[in-house]
Nanobody
Framework: QVQLVESGGGLVQAGDSLRLSCATSGRIFSAVTMGWFRQAPGKEREFVAAIRWIGGTTSYADSVKGRFTISRDNTRTMLCLQMNSLKPEDTAVYYC?????????????????WGQGTQVTVSS
């Protein structure tokens, strides 16, 4: 079992930055990939970014590429998402998740464990 706890969300203005964190515990070493997803009201949960625990390979959704950076520490106890140049369309609940399925998956059902989410609101 993996436990994930997100923090760092808040209300910011367009153009501002936020840094989200996800504290991990439990059987985290079984995870191959860690990722961030988001879900806006009335919309489906969508992929934001992912990082491979071994090697640190990253992938990003086109909508955040160049603005967001995913990172993790080598002890696998912390996952972060640095969000710069935020836009109102980035407003959503952000979730961190782990996957034991391997690398390259971006669909939510490929991820096994989820945090409770943290709200990010970007005003125009």
């Amino acid at each position: 079992q993996v436990q994930l706890v997100e923090s760092g969300g808040g209300l910011v203005q367009a153009g501002d930055s936020l840094r989200l964190s996800c504290a991990t515990s439990g059987r985290i070493f079984s995870a191959v990939t860690m990722g961030w997803f988001r879900q806006a009201p009335g919309k489906e949960r969508e992929f934001v970014a992912a990082i491979r625990w071994i090697g640190g390979t990253t992938s990003y959704a086109d909508s955040v590429k160049g603005r967001f950076t995913i990172s993790r520490d080598n002890t696998r106890t912390m996952l972060c998402l640095q969000m710069n140049s935020l836009k109102p369309e980035d407003t959503a609940v952000y979730y961190c998740a782990t996957s034991t399925a391997g690398w390259g998956f971006q669909r939510p059902n490929a991820f096994n464990s989820w945090g409770q989410g943290t709200q990010v609101t970007v005003s125009s």
